[in-house]
């Protein structure tokens, strides 16, 4: 293939944000009466805010309106942005820094596909956002993970075709949301969890731009 663009899911991917929603949804949940634990976390990767609610709730077998639902998820996301504006770029991801650094001398795009709202202090707390040529965030887009949309409108909006893209994903919706959107899917994590991806990477650590070339189709 023709690599043109390199899109990266933000959390779990490029920094360990996950650890940040896990305390944030705990604390909402204690405040409600909910138990929520690291288990009940992983069911909320790579999906909206408002659905991961929804999941809270339905953990504790709770109603709410969508007033008070809206009341909640603000209570969430300001205790979560208290946690990531402590974050610093200790917290990038082990080898990133060096793909991005040879994506970016080989004139590949690169691209955050997140569905995070908080995807540019994100970046801006750990130094990496010049890294990006485009940052498509929950600010752009309507549609959570498994729609393609956020990878279509990446693509979209530097000129590229679909075909000419690969993306980094940890979650089964994200790799989902790639394949929908005609994208070469590469998870990163855990090979049974991501086995719809085309292929599966532990990080980044041992992983490398030829790395990458080597296991894309001619």
Same mark, same amino acid.
């Given at each position: %293939?023709?690599?043109?663009?390199?899109?990266?899911?933000?959390?779990?991917?490029?920094?360990?944000?996950?650890?940040?929603?896990?305390?944030?949804?705990?604390?909402?949940?204690?405040?409600?009466?909910?138990? $929520?634990?690291?288990?009940?976390?992983?069911?909320?990767?790579? *999906?909206?805010?408002?659905? /991961?609610?929804?999941?809270?709730?339905?953990?504790?077998?709770?109603?709410?309106?969508?007033?008070?639902?809206?009341?909640?998820? &603000?209570?969430?996301?300001?205790?979560? *942005?208290?946690?990531?504006?402590?974050?610093?770029?200790?917290?990038?991801?082990?080898?990133?820094?060096?793909?991005?650094? &040879? #994506?970016? /001398?080989?004139? @590949?795009? @690169?691209?955050?596909?997140?569905?995070?709202?908080?995807?540019?202090?994100?970046?801006?707390? =750990? &130094?990496?956002? !010049?890294?990006?040529?485009?940052? *498509?965030?929950?600010? #752009?887009?309507?549609?959570?993970?498994?729609?393609?949309? =956020?990878?279509?409108? /990446?693509? /979209?909006?530097? !000129? @590229?075709?679909?075909?000419?893209?690969?993306? $980094?994903?940890?979650?089964?919706?994200?790799? &989902?949301?790639?394949?929908?959107?005609? %994208?070469?899917? @590469?998870?990163?994590?855990?090979?049974?969890?991501?086995?719809?991806?085309?292929? =599966?990477?532990?990080? $980044?650590?041992?992983?490398?731009?030829? !790395?990458?070339?080597?296991?894309?189709?001619?």
């Amino acid at each position: %293939m023709d690599l043109q663009l390199a899109i990266f899911d933000l959390d779990g991917v490029v920094v360990d944000t996950a650890k940040y929603h896990y305390l944030a949804w705990k604390r909402l949940g204690e405040t409600i009466g909910i138990a $929520f634990h690291e288990e009940d976390n992983e069911r909320l990767k790579g *999906v909206s805010r408002m659905r /991961s609610l929804d999941i809270l709730l339905e953990i504790g077998g709770q109603k709410r309106t969508d007033e008070e639902k809206a009341r909640l998820a &603000e209570a969430k996301n300001t205790w979560y *942005v208290e946690y990531i504006t402590q974050m610093d770029a200790s917290e990038i991801l082990p080898g990133v820094l060096d793909f991005l650094d &040879e #994506l970016k /001398s080989a004139g @590949i795009k @690169i691209s955050l596909g997140s569905a995070s709202k908080n995807a540019r202090t994100i970046l801006e707390r =750990v &130094e990496l956002t !010049d890294y990006f040529d485009l940052i *498509v965030d929950g600010n #752009l887009v309507s549609k959570a993970k498994p729609d393609p949309e =956020v990878f279509a409108l /990446s693509a /979209s909006l530097l !000129d @590229i075709a679909p075909q000419s893209a690969v993306v $980094f994903e940890d979650a089964q919706a994200g790799i &989902e949301a790639a394949l929908r959107a005609q %994208m070469v899917a @590469i998870g990163v994590g855990d090979e049974h969890t991501l086995a719809q991806a085309h292929y =599966v990477i532990t990080g $980044f650590a041992s992983f490398g731009l030829q !790395d990458l070339l080597r296991i894309l189709p001619a």
